[in-house]
């Protein structure tokens, strides 16, 4: 799903997300801290908003409702910020298996594919990120975990997890204390097409 365009008959809240989405990531690109604080929390709201509107209050929602308090929490500097933010997504990650082990069992393919990620990403970090090597090696666990049961969900679900783990990673590398020019807005852009996909992708599931 692209951030920046919809399809016509896409619903009020996809179309606000897309015009929010863009902004957010101009904000980036352009370091404009204020655009960051009005447009960053909105994001995840506007999903909620999408998928109630489809009569989705289940665990996906509550997912959504945890990334919005980490997306808050990552717009203050500082590693105590950061370790909180990482605890809300820890909560948005815990949710997102929740809902996805409802519909499917994971297939062992996807699970042996993320458990090489996760173990590998860990060995190449683990000496540059200090401090923060626990809360990174348990909340990538839970991340590689949801990925590899969303791929059980159905494709688009699945493309959004893979996304989800990307722009993790990015931020992880950057943690590490590696930069390279447009981090930021890589980061922002698989997170945004990462929601946006497993929102959508979940709502189109038959309800159980």
């Known amino acids: 799903m692209s951030v920046t365009a919809v399809r016509p008959g896409t ?3 996809l179309r606000v997300f897309a015009v929010t989405a863009a902004v957010e990531l101009v904000a980036v690109a352009a370091d404009v801290t204020v655009l960051q604080w009005i447009a960053k929390p909105l994001l995840a709201p506007l999903l909620i908003w999408h998928l109630r509107r489809h009569g989705r209050p289940d665990p996906v929602v509550a997912a959504l409702a945890f990334a919005t308090a980490g997306d808050i929490a990552l717009l203050v500097p500082g590693q105590a910020a950061f370790l909180t933010g990482m605890l809300f997504f820890l909560g948005t990650q815990i949710c997102l298996i929740t809902a996805f ?17 996760w173990v590998t990403a860990n060995a190449l970090l683990w000496n540059q990120l200090g401090a923060l090597r626990v809360p990174v090696l348990l909340y990538s666990l839970a991340l590689t975990a949801m990925a590899a049961a969303a791929a059980g969900v159905g494709r688009v679900v699945a493309a959004g997890g893979a996304l989800f783990v990307i722009s993790d990673l990015l931020i992880g590398v950057g943690a590490a204390g590696a930069e390279f020019p ?15 996909l497993i929102s959508v992708g979940w709502q189109r599931r038959p309800q159980i």
């Open 101 to 117: 082990l409802r519909r499917t069992t994971p297939r062992p393919l996807p699970v042996a594919c993320w458990a090489l990620l």
């Open 11 to 13: 619903s009020l809240p």
């Open 182 to 196: 447009a981090r930021g807005v890589l980061v922002m852009a698989t997170y945004i097409a990462a929601l946006a």
